[in-house]
């Protein structure tokens, strides 16, 4: 069964601050790992993952897959209020469905 | 506007009533899913539709029954509600199976008292 662990499962930071949040995964046949947030509603798209070592970027977000050791990490700079959300990861394998991990609670204070 | 639609966007049940969240797409996608999401739980799936005419079970398929009327819509049925499926419902749709280009409904929150 397709597993995708998330770590931390919430944090506290300030404005300003960086943060790493970590995504490890066991899936059959991977095929990609995608990095959304969530505020209020529905979960809004942020990354696509498919190759190991490409970073892919916006603006002070990126993050980075490792199918080696199959993790992903997502980066987010100089952070702001704003980003305070749930960060879900999931990965797709071998049939149609992504598989979510729990989601990571993020505090942005002032 | 192009998207998911899901229908109520909430909903007040009593144990043991039954009902039917709606959700439809007009993106010409392929694949339809729907998930719960409890608090700390992520995203659960519960059913999906690789294409139209299909279905398979996923994580948490019991309690629940779904159809895939045609290519856009895609229904979830409660037949006898209970507390324990309180939650938040998400539709989502994806144009192949690859596991990615997923486009979520608003969510539905259901509360079965």
């Known amino acids: 069964e397709d597993k995708v662990v998330q770590s931390p499962l919430s944090l506290v930071v300030h404005e300003g601050d960086t943060v790493t949040l970590n995504c490890s995964y066991e899936v059959t046949n991977f095929r990609s790992l995608l990095w959304y947030k969530q505020e209020k509603k529905a979960p809004t798209f942020l990354f696509m993952l498919t190759s190991s070592g490409i970073e892919k970027k916006s603006g002070r977000l990126s993050s980075i897959l490792d199918k080696k050791e199959l993790f992903s990490i997502l980066n987010i700079t100089a952070t702001q209020t704003g980003d305070s959300a749930i960060y879900l990861c999931a990965v797709g394998g071998a049939n149609s469905k992504l598989t979510f991990g729990k989601g990571i609670t993020l505090s942005v204070r002032p | 506007n192009a998207g998911v639609t899901q229908t109520p966007k909430f909903q007040v049940l009593k144990t043991g009533q039954s009902m039917t969240l709606q959700c439809a797409q007009d993106m010409n996608h392929n694949s339809m899913y729907w998930y719960r999401q409890d608090p700390g739980m992520g995203l659960r799936l519960i059913y999906y539709?690789?294409?139209?005419?299909?279905?398979d079970k996923g994580e948490v398929p019991n309690g629940y029954n779904v159809s895939r009327l045609n290519k856009r819509e895609f229904s979830l049925r409660l037949e006898s509600a209970a507390p324990s499926q309180t939650s938040v419902y998400f539709c989502?749709?994806?144009?192949?199976?690859?596991?990615?280009?997923?486009?979520f409904g608003s969510g539905t929150r259901l509360t079965v008292v």
């Open positions: 989502a749709s994806s144009p192949t199976d690859r596991g990615y280009g997923y486009t």
């Open positions: 539709s690789a294409s139209e005419g299909t279905t």
